[in-house]
């Protein structure tokens, strides 16, 4: 199924009744669009389908026929309440009042729809210090305009997922210059000035010039003072002075504009941090190294990993540098990595939660759930994860000729796509002694004994060899991880830590349900719960709309367990809906604590185990079902 926007979905509406071609003047009339607009509306419609439903020709606008394609447009349907979030966000930032009778005619929906949208934007315009005020059926957006410029930045930041989608997307926005054009202008004033700029940030860049720009020719000057100019202006890089005095400069030729130095001053405030500095200077500050050390250190020692800096950490310093000037000037990176890394690698995700949460106390800053992703990159390379699994330990039967076992050994570590730890090589069976404790046996020649856990092998790998051990490694891997599971994860729950279907509803009151609960019960302080909600603000730890794994920043739980809720009526948890919570309680004198949230991670992320687990009432349940789990 293919979700449309709302005049996406009403394009293909008209195309269906109208049944034969409409011109192009008159379809763009009929969606109340321009003809530039309307292109980029079936390109887009075209795109989300894979194939093209609509066909363009002298004699208009139609549908294919094709059997395939009408059923693809019967199955689509529209994406209402998001698209209309995006499109009433965008009016309300773009003028200064609002009808509700006017938009509700625009969007093709009832006042009572804008109303409640209304009430679900709000929060994000409060992100951004902005507040929606409403007078009769009038509504406007009040703060400043940097506010407004920053909100809008990361509202077109938000939506493109490439800077060429960006660009195609957003012109009928940027009117009366391309961004196309723009991003020729910065890339040729880079060129120009010998600058060279990770592609990560370029349209971090055009972005902020491309709306402070538009925000200008709508009649919306920038608000700083003088002061803020002066400070600003002071504290930025010559080259990057440079670099905003040219853009400005060409724009002012090419648009008829003026630029004050309060506009300057807000461009530069928006790109800072995305524009290389001296970095041979941040890198000679031995303080400030250190204090990183120092952060990267704790946060290691907390989750129990092990450290290697030679790589990356220089450029990790200057990330980290970079990352302090955005989030002091509110201007910060947005990219996608942040909703991929939090599901394809969740527990380093959460190290980098952990040493954002360390940066913010430190240097007195909030870092967005954007930046957190780029630290979960930098972290992923510096972390080298303490294995959890032990190797199979294995011993080989091989007679000593030449290099004969040498070439065995060889063969083992270049030929399987699993690892052995090879603890002892002997001539016979009779050499091994009963301190000789291996998981399995490989041997070269034929034994009289009969052993479950010996395979026959040749000198020379067969192919079929080669998969007997992996296969017999794979065995030993589950076992194993079935041992694991019930030792380092079973013990940590108990049977009044199960709690099914009380009527909760939302992540405040099942966090204060568990607050009340487990006081009473003597495993928390009164303190913790606020931990957990603080860890919650940096970023969400509901995944796929199936569980959420709550945990407090610190070890501060007087005692390590998990907390099990279940609930058959979806539970609202901030943007996502549950129907497992997981509470990690986390003490400081368990060692395997740090380990907790992978283990739950690793087992809820397979939807087959998440189904199994949810029926799951008590620790004898939990325990049967972890029994089985690695079969």
Same mark, same amino acid.
């Given at each position: 199924?293919?979700?449309?926007?709302?005049?996406?979905?009403?394009?293909?509406?008209?195309?269906?009744?109208?049944?034969?071609?409409?011109?192009?003047?008159?379809?763009?009339?009929?969606?109340?669009?321009?003809?530039?607009?309307?292109?980029?509306?079936?390109?887009?419609?075209?795109?989300?389908?894979?194939?093209?439903?609509?066909?363009?020709?002298?004699?208009?606008?139609?549908?294919?026929?094709?059997?395939? @394609?009408?059923?693809?447009?019967?199955?689509?349907?529209? #994406?209402?309440?998001?698209?209309? &979030?995006?499109? =009433? *966000? /965008? %009016?309300?930032?773009?003028?200064?009042?609002?009808?509700?009778?006017?938009?509700?005619?625009?969007?093709?929906?009832?006042?009572?729809?804008?109303?409640?949208?209304?009430?679900?934007?709000?929060?994000?315009?409060?992100?951004?210090?902005?507040?929606?005020?409403?007078?009769?059926?009038?509504?406007?957006?009040?703060?400043?305009?940097?506010?407004?410029?920053?909100?809008?930045?990361?509202?077109?930041?938000?939506?493109?997922?490439?800077?060429?989608?960006?660009?195609?997307?957003?012109?009928?926005?940027?009117?009366?210059?391309?961004?196309?054009?723009?991003?020729?202008?910065?890339?040729?004033?880079?060129?120009?000035?010998?600058?060279?700029?990770?592609?990560?940030?370029?349209?971090?860049?055009?972005?902020?010039?491309?709306?402070? @720009?538009?925000?200008?020719?709508?009649?919306?000057?920038? #608000?700083?003072?003088?002061?803020? &100019?002066?400070? =600003? *202006? /002071? %504290?930025?890089?010559?080259?990057?002075?440079?670099?905003?005095?040219?853009?400005?400069?060409?724009?002012?030729?090419?648009?008829?504009?003026?630029?004050?130095?309060?506009?300057?001053?807000?461009?530069?405030?928006?790109?800072?941090?995305?524009?290389?500095?001296?970095?041979?200077?941040?890198?000679?500050?031995?303080?400030?190294?250190?204090?990183?050390?120092?952060?990267?250190?704790?946060?290691?020692?907390?989750?129990?990993?092990?450290?290697?800096?030679?790589?990356?950490?220089?450029?990790?310093?200057?990330?980290?540098?970079?990352?302090?000037?955005?989030?002091?000037?509110?201007?910060?990176?947005?990219?996608?990595?942040?909703?991929?890394?939090?599901?394809?690698?969740?527990?380093?995700?959460?190290?980098?939660?952990?040493?954002?949460?360390?940066?913010?106390?430190?240097?007195?800053?909030?870092?967005?759930?954007?930046?957190?992703?780029?630290?979960? *990159?930098?972290?992923?390379?510096?972390?080298?994860?303490?294995?959890?699994?032990?190797?199979?330990?294995?011993?080989?039967?091989?007679?000593?000729?030449?290099?004969?076992?040498?070439?065995?050994?060889?063969?083992?570590?270049?030929?399987?796509?699993?690892?052995?730890?090879?603890?002892?090589?002997?001539?016979?069976?009779?050499?091994?002694?009963?301190?000789?404790?291996?998981?399995?046996?490989?041997?070269?020649?034929?034994?009289?004994?009969?052993?479950?856990?010996?395979?026959?092998?040749?000198?020379?790998?067969?192919?079929?060899?080669?998969?007997?051990?992996?296969?017999?490694?794979?065995?030993?891997?589950?076992?194993?991880?079935?041992?694991?599971?019930?030792?380092?994860?079973?013990?940590?729950?108990?049977?009044?830590?199960?709690?099914?279907?009380?009527?909760?509803?939302?992540?405040?009151?099942?966090?204060?349900?568990?607050?009340?609960?487990?006081?009473?019960?003597?495993?928390?302080?009164?303190?913790?719960?606020?931990?957990?909600?603080?860890?919650?603000?940096?970023?969400?730890?509901?995944?796929?709309?199936?569980?959420?794994?709550?945990?407090?920043?610190?070890?501060?739980?007087?005692?390590?367990?998990?907390?099990?809720?279940?609930?058959?009526?979806?539970?609202?948890?901030?943007?996502?809906?549950?129907?497992?919570?997981?509470?990690?309680?986390?003490?400081?004198?368990?060692?395997?604590?740090?380990?907790?949230?992978?283990?739950?991670?690793?087992?809820?992320?397979?939807?087959?185990?998440?189904?199994?687990?949810?029926?799951?009432?008590?620790?004898?349940?939990?325990?049967?079902?972890?029994?089985?789990?690695?079969?």
């Amino acid at each position: 199924m293919i979700e449309l926007s709302q005049r996406q979905y009403l394009a293909l509406r008209l195309l269906r009744e109208y049944q034969k071609p409409i011109p192009g003047q008159q379809f763009s009339q009929l969606l109340n669009v321009s003809p530039r607009t309307l292109r980029y509306e079936v390109k887009a419609i075209n795109q989300i389908a894979g194939q093209p439903i609509i066909l363009s020709s002298k004699e208009g606008y139609s549908l294919s026929e094709e059997p395939a @394609v009408l059923q693809q447009i019967q199955d689509c349907r529209v #994406d209402d309440d998001q698209q209309l &979030e995006k499109q =009433l *966000i /965008l %009016s309300l930032l773009e003028c200064k009042e609002a009808s509700i009778y006017d938009l509700a005619q625009e969007y093709y929906v009832s006042e009572s729809t804008i109303y409640g949208l209304i009430k679900r934007i709000m929060p994000k315009f409060h992100s951004f210090s902005l507040s929606l005020q409403r007078h009769g059926e009038w509504l406007s957006c009040q703060g400043k305009e940097t506010d407004k410029r920053r909100m809008l930045s990361h509202f077109f930041f938000a939506e493109a997922n490439s800077l060429a989608t960006t660009l195609v997307n957003f012109d009928d926005y940027f009117s009366p210059f391309s961004l196309a054009e723009l991003a020729q202008m910065i890339h040729q004033t880079l060129e120009g000035l010998d600058v060279q700029i990770d592609d990560i940030y370029i349209k971090n860049i055009i972005i902020c010039i491309a709306v402070c @720009v538009q925000r200008m020719l709508n009649g919306y000057p920038s #608000d700083r003072s003088e002061a803020e &100019e002066n400070k =600003l *202006i /002071l %504290s930025c890089s010559p080259r990057l002075t440079r670099f905003v005095d040219s853009v400005c400069g060409q724009l002012e030729n090419q648009l008829k504009l003026t630029f004050t130095e309060a506009d300057k001053a807000t461009i530069l405030a928006f790109i800072t941090g995305s524009f290389p500095e001296e970095n041979e200077q941040i890198l000679q500050n031995e303080s400030f190294r250190g204090q990183i050390r120092k952060l990267l250190d704790k946060t290691f020692r907390h989750f129990q990993l092990e450290l290697d800096y030679s790589a990356v950490f220089d450029n990790f310093i200057l990330h980290v540098h970079f990352l302090l000037l955005r989030c002091r000037h509110q201007n910060f990176f947005h990219n996608d990595f942040a909703t991929s890394l939090r599901t394809s690698h969740p527990f380093i995700y959460d190290v980098a939660v952990y040493l954002a949460y360390q940066l913010e106390k430190t240097f007195d800053v909030i870092i967005p759930g954007d930046e957190i992703g780029l630290i979960a *990159i930098y972290l992923g390379s510096i972390a080298t994860y303490v294995p959890t699994y032990d190797l199979p330990r294995v011993i080989c039967i091989c007679p000593q000729y030449h290099e004969l076992r040498k070439l065995m050994v060889q063969q083992l570590t270049e030929k399987l796509s699993c690892t052995l730890d090879i603890i002892k090589i002997v001539s016979s069976l009779s050499e091994i002694t009963d301190q000789d404790h291996a998981d399995f046996y490989l041997s070269t020649v034929r034994t009289e004994k009969n052993l479950n856990d010996l395979i026959q092998i040749s000198p020379i790998l067969s192919p079929i060899e080669i998969h007997r051990i992996e296969k017999k490694n794979l065995e030993f891997m589950k076992a194993q991880k079935r041992r694991r599971l019930r030792q380092n994860l079973l013990r940590f729950f108990d049977d009044q830590l199960f709690f099914c279907n009380h009527g909760l509803t939302n992540e405040g009151e099942i966090l204060a349900f568990f607050d009340k609960q487990l006081q009473q019960m003597g495993v928390i302080d009164d303190q913790f719960m606020d931990s957990v909600r603080q860890r919650e603000a940096l970023s969400s730890t509901a995944f796929f709309n199936r569980f959420a794994v709550p945990h407090s920043l610190e070890k501060a739980a007087l005692t390590t367990k998990v907390v099990y809720y279940y609930s058959d009526e979806p539970i609202r948890w901030y943007d996502s809906r549950v129907n497992l919570v997981l509470l990690i309680l986390s003490s400081n004198d368990d060692e395997q604590s740090s380990k907790i949230y992978n283990l739950i991670f690793d087992i809820l992320i397979d939807e087959s185990c998440y189904k199994k687990m949810i029926l799951c009432r008590s620790r004898k349940e939990l325990m049967d079902f972890l029994e089985i789990h690695s079969d």
